[in-house]
């Protein structure tokens, strides 16, 4: 039995389509609290975070050298960031997005200033910086900054300096890259599995290889995106990738990495329910976070 304190980020700032603001209410609706409660663990529902509106904000697009909304993005995550670390250090957060770029407070306050790995659950590597962006949205950049690559504003959030070791992360479901992103990974040795990986090695020996990676840290953090979903099962996601994880893959890669035990906190991003059918794509976050921690089928 877990405690797990959830915590809502509903923002939809470092991207372009309107509507994952939307997707805490979208997951909380898919029964997240009551499946979770139903496999022993007790919730806590700590609320969302204050996000303001994009409409007022219109006038700083122009005001923050192409990286719109950086001030407000920062703002919200430093909350969220602080959010967390004011939960007792037993809890284990679940945050709910909104966009990724949500992820440099949920890892920068699920770490608490030690050393943590990540598992970046997606069909993008969220690796570009302000440089190598060909959009400037700050949604494909959370992962760099959280590396200590990009804009010095979003790098020293909370605190100076990276928040996660470039050897400590783990990319999986890969399958759309920048040409600067592939640059920063390779130069970086980060860890890569791509869909040609997990077609060729399979799912339960790249589960394997994690789970190696990461016994013995203390701090493990998996960030999911629902686009890593193949857009058939998942199809409330603003950036879409076809050629995404099955049903089944997701699932048995989130019930390896509960029977491995190395995960501390979760992020659930990127669902937009605008672009959903009948909040199919939020379903099926909560299915897959129920079996991240614990639910089995026999």
């Known amino acids: 039995m877990k405690q797990i304190g959830i915590v809502g980020v509903p923002m939809d700032l470092g991207q372009g389509r309107r509507g994952v603001d939307m997707g805490p209410s979208a997951i909380r609706y898919g029964r997240l609290q009551e499946v979770l409660e139903d496999l022993g663990h007790q919730v806590h529902d700590y609320g969302d ?13 122009e005001e923050q050298g192409g990286m719109g909304y950086l001030e407000a993005i920062r703002a919200v995550c430093l909350d969220t960031s602080q959010a967390l670390g004011q939960m007792p250090a037993e809890v284990f957060p679940i945050v709910l997005g909104g966009d990724h770029s949500i992820a440099m407070g949920s890892v920068t306050g699920a770490g ?53 070791r470039l050897e400590d992360v783990v990319l999986i479901g890969i399958r759309s890259l920048d040409a600067g992103e592939v640059r920063l990974l390779r130069e970086g040795g980060v860890t890569v599995f791509t869909m040609k990986e997990i077609d060729v090695q399979g799912i339960p020996a790249i589960a394997q290889m994690v789970a190696d990676k990461f016994r013995g840290f203390a701090k493990v953090h998996v960030s999911l995106d629902a686009d890593v979903l193949d ?58 976070a129920g079996s991240l921690l614990g639910k089995k089928i026999y």
């Open 112 to 164: 608490r200033g030690e050393r943590i790995g990540v598992i970046w659950v997606d069909a993008h590597a969220d690796f570009n910086t302000p440089q190598t962006s060909p959009s400037g949205n700050i949604h494909g950049m959370p992962l760099a900054h959280l590396c200590g690559l990009g804009d010095p504003r979003l790098v020293n959030l909370g605190y100076p300096g990276a928040k996660v």
């Open 231 to 288: 857009p058939e099962i998942a199809p409330g996601v603003g950036t879409p990738v076809a050629g995404g994880l099955t049903y089944r893959e997701a699932h048995l890669l989130m019930e390896l990495l509960a029977d491995a035990s190395i995960v501390t906190s979760l992020d659930l991003v990127e669902v937009n329910p605008i672009l959903d059918i009948a909040n199919r794509t939020a379903r099926m976050m909560v299915e897959l």
């Open 49 to 61: 975070m204050k996000v303001p509106v994009v409409e007022s904000l219109r006038h700083q697009q």
